[in-house]
C-alpha cells in the first residue's frame, strides 16, 4: 500500500507540474502575444478532480485522515481498537457511498453525451472515467483495509490494530519526516 500511495503521489506532482507549465504558458502566450491556447482552466479542472480523488487514497493509505484524537492516546488498547476499527470500516462505507454517486454521475454523462462547455468541448466521459477510477482505487483500498481491520479485531490482536490503524502521533509524523530527510 506505500508503495501505491507514493506512486499515486508523484503521479498527481508530475499533472501539477505540467498544469503548472501549461498556465505559464498560457499567461506568457496572453501577455506577449494577445493569443490563448484556451482551456487552461478546465484542463486544470480535470486535474484538481482526478487529484482529489487519488488524495483520498493517499490520505487513507498514510493514516492522514483527520481524526480527533486528543482523547484517542487516553482510552484503553481495546476501545482503541474499537474506535480505529470503525473508523476504517467507516471508509468502506464511504468507499462505497462514492461508487454509488459516482456511477450515476458516469451514467448520466452516458446518456446525454455531454461535453464541457469549453471551447476544446470535452467528451466529459474521459475525465469523468479517470474521476471514477480514482474512486474506485479508493474504494478497492478501502475494503482491503477494512478486511484487514476486521480481521485484527475479530482476532483481538489490538496491539497489531493500533500499529497499523491508530492515528498517527506528532512524534509519528516527526520520526517519518526526519527519515525521509535522510533519505535526501
Known amino acids: 500500500m506505500d508503495r501505491l500511495a507514493t506512486w499515486i503521489s508523484r503521479l498527481f506532482g508530475w499533472a501539477l507540474l505540467f498544469l503548472s507549465a501549461f498556465v505559464a504558458l498560457e499567461t506568457l502566450l496572453r501577455k506577449l502575444f494577445n493569443t490563448s491556447l484556451q482551456g487552461a482552466d478546465e484542463l486544470g479542472g480535470y ?10 487514497i ?60 469549453t471551447p476544446w468541448r470535452t467528451p466529459l466521459i474521459w475525465p469523468q472515467s479517470a474521476w471514477y477510477a480514482g474512486l474506485v482505487v479508493f474504494a478497492l483500498c478501502s475494503f482491503v483495509l477494512a478486511g484487514r481491520a476486521t480481521r485484527l479485531f475479530l482476532s483481538a490482536d489490538y496491539t497489531q490494530l493500533a500499529r497499523e490503524f491508530n492515528p498517527k502521533s506528532a512524534q509519528d509524523d516527526l520520526s517519518e519526516e526526519l527519515e525521509q530527510l535522510k533519505e535526501r
Request: hydrophobic content about 60%; glycine content about 6%; charged content about 15%.
Open 47 to 56: 486535474i484538481l478532480a482526478l487529484g482529489a480523488s487519488l488524495a483520498f
Open 58 to 117: 493517499v490520505a487513507m493509505i498514510d493514516r492522514a485522515h483527520i481524526r480527533i484524537d486528543v482523547l484517542h492516546a487516553r482510552f484503553p488498547l481495546r476501545l482503541q481498537a474499537l474506535i480505529d476499527w470503525l473508523s476504517v470500516i467507516s471508509l468502506g462505507v464511504i468507499g462505497l457511498f462514492f461508487l454509488y454517486v459516482g456511477w450515476f454521475v458516469i451514467t448520466d454523462t452516458l446518456e446525454y453525451r455531454s461535453t464541457a462547455a
